[in-house]
């Protein structure tokens, strides 16, 4: 069995084990959020500098995009029965960065399942019948795929007829259905209208761990790298990790640290890891592995203590958490679609995502808002310190 | 006669000696050091209350509820330690003299200041039974408002309209205090709507539901209630919620009650505009 194929695993939801941080580093954080929200109010920017060096070529090429119809694979193997001919609801629940969407639209792809796209918040605000006709002919054609079910309503007084209206329509047994959900939206659905007893008992593609993070590092380093790759801290240029050396433990040491702070969370993960793969020594012509004449091909890895993971700072306004909970719980936003959910001007939302942009939170992609992956560990800590309602993956 | 006069003097002797064993030689009093300690304990007290609640400021909610409680009970430990340092430099302290302090002293606050001290004995009570902290808001008689600060003497509240009342401790002891929160970073919000009385409850209910689930203030792990009642001119509607925040009550109510009227009217829903007295 590869190491692609048992990397994707499906498990109740309720079963997911999210990896955690070491205990020293919780320790480090907690002093270090608690020193930010101490300093200079003033402070949006990221604290520290880091030397960029590697371009995003060579980052790339060592941490390539995940590969997701291994993970469809995955669903495929545990949905098979249903996909098989049986009948009724399935649910599947993903973390925001978990690569669930990808895996669910690549499984609707491959065996050709009818998706039904989400409605246009207008429409959401309206009831969305136009909508809930268009899914129930396709119902009564075959099983459907209900991808993204955070964008079928709107945290908004008008906005969750629709979303009653297409679970009154699973409810009454009208046809196969799949459906997704991001995990911020169903912590807040189950508080509202407690979907589980339609859609059923959610499932999850399974955080990932410290041993299949490795396992897949290891594959694409010898993939990309060359027979003589080392990978060196960038600090000391001291080596952590060789082709020649079986001796993995200086680089899983390292890996700990990156899936425990992204949650097992694929995208996270991912991100964090693109990020230690960033650096360069100050003065790579002083490195080590410079002056002893090592010339091996080198790949440089920032030190987990001098990695400048973006923080969420004491500075921000109310108004800031709103946007980042809203962008969270529908999976990303556009600006307009945030000030009619808060019932504000145009130019107060688009002043508090200025403002997170700049903080490196937020980023924007065709218009749509959303927390960007290697902040979203931060700003997850921060809204649950806040007391915001948060997912449990 | 004589030995009675003898023994009079004798007396008034001893007292006077007494009365000079009390108090160091005035002479020799070390004026600078309980100057100094005065100061010291001056500008202690001023760095607690200026420091603790600026570092609170920046804390999340539970925190900041936790570290606000210690600036009254520093502030008291400054004080007692100031007067620890000071006495023995002014009285001769020994058993005897002790007691003579404690009497003057409990007679001194007995009479001259019978209400200022129970406030402050109330003060120290309340440090011990809690029934405000700093950050709870809490209503006394007809002042509502936030804790600021709990002083020796006074509780100080501010009021939703930012004013500043300051309420003798002793008040605690004889009045019933009304505290929302206890401690805890948020407590219970309540919306009104007034209806006409004809109309569909079900529906009115549940888009009363949907409009706190909306509302970007709600704390979503405490629970969401509308209790409705009849009454003589229309229906009483009752929306209670809990904000995450709750300095942001305010904010969260009229939140509530804008987007309730909105949906509310939007469906044709009237509103009653006033009361009307019942007939007898």
Known sequence: MSEESQFWRVCPLGDCQVPSEPTTEAVRKGVRSLWRRLRDRRALEPEGKIVRGADRETVRRFAPDWDWSKGAAALEDSLGEWLDGGSGVRLIVGGPFSGTVAAVQTLARER????AGAPLPDELLEGGKKWLAGVEQQLSEGPLVVSRLERCFLRHPDGFDCLRGLLDLLAAGRGRCLVQCQSWAWAFLQRLMAPESVLGTPLALAPLDRESLSRWVLARLAEAGSERLVLRRADDGEAIWSRSDADASGLSEMLHHVTGRGRGQAEVVLAIWRECLGGRPEDEEKAPAAATGDD???????????????AVPSTLERSDLFTLHA???HGGLRAGTLARLFSVSAMETNRSLARLKSGGLVGEADGCWQVLPLAYPAVRDHLGREGFLRDSL | MQNTQQSAQQSAQQAAERASDLLQDLGAIDYLSIVAILLVALVAVQLVQWILPKVAERLPGRLRLLLLPAVPVLRVV?????????????????????????????LAIGFAFKDYGSSIVAGIVNLYERACRPGDWIKVGDAYGEVKSLGLRAIKIVTPDDTTVSIPNLKIWTENVFNENDGQPTHLCVADFHLHPEHDAAWVRRKLLDVAYASPYLRL?????????????????????????GRAQFQFTTDL????KQSLLARGIQLVTAPVAAAP
């Open chain 1, 112 to 115: 050709s399942l009818e998706t």
């Open chain 2, 78 to 106: 400054i004080v007692v330690a100031a007067l620890a340092n000071i006495v023995p430099l002014v009285v001769n302290l020994n058993q005897e003299n002790l007691l003579a302090i404690a009497g003057a002293t409990g």
């Open chain 2, 221 to 245: 792990d405490r629970p969401v209630a509308v209790i409705a009642a009849e009454k003589p001119w229309g229906t009483h509607y009752r929306l209670k919620a809990y904000p995450i925040d």
């Open chain 2, 257 to 260: 009650t804008i987007r309730g």
């Open chain 1, 296 to 310: 091996r091909e080198t790949a440089w890895l920032t030190p987990w203590s001098r990695l400048d993971l973006p």
């Open chain 1, 327 to 329: 962008l969270l719980v």
